[in-house]
């Protein structure tokens, strides 16, 4: 079983920054970032393959996060830029993909999950 540790959330302001960080025992095919606010289903924000750095985003947050992989750390990082209220949940970071198309950002698709931070985006 892979191990993850997410850690960088915290309150911010409405067009604020915030990053995240998580770090794993070892990443597999590829690494994700999704999200869960309270009361909703966990969606994905973010996924990176493993193999060539190519990533998805989520339509919500194009343009304004930015996942990225320190390898030499075993680190997967998420910049989070011009945060709004609606992105406020907490954040888990997973990996070990058991499906093909993990681009597609289910989180149903990936078996092994960090215990997840908060975020929250409030005046």
């Known amino acids: 079983q892979v191990q993850l540790v997410e850690s960088g959330g915290g309150l911010v302001q409405p067009g604020g920054s915030l990053r995240l960080s998580c770090t794993a025992s070892?990443?597999?095919?590829?690494v994700g970032w999704f999200r869960q606010a309270p009361g909703k289903e966990r969606e994905g924000v973010s996924v990176?393959?493993?193999?060539?750095?190519?990533?998805r985003y989520a339509d919500s947050v194009k343009g304004r996060f930015t996942i990225s992989r320190d390898n030499a750390k075993n680190t997967v990082y998420l910049q989070m830029n011009n945060l709004k209220p609606e992105d406020t949940g907490v954040y888990y970071c997973?990996?070990?993909?058991?499906?093909?198309?993990?681009?597609?950002?289910?989180?149903?698709?990936?078996?092994?999950w960090g215990q997840g931070t908060q975020v929250t985006v409030s005046a």
């Open positions: 997973a990996t070990d993909p058991w499906h093909a198309d993990f681009f597609l950002l289910y989180a149903g698709y990936f078996n092994s």
């Open positions: 070892r990443f597999t095919l590829a």
């Open positions: 990176m393959r493993s193999s060539d750095g190519e990533t």
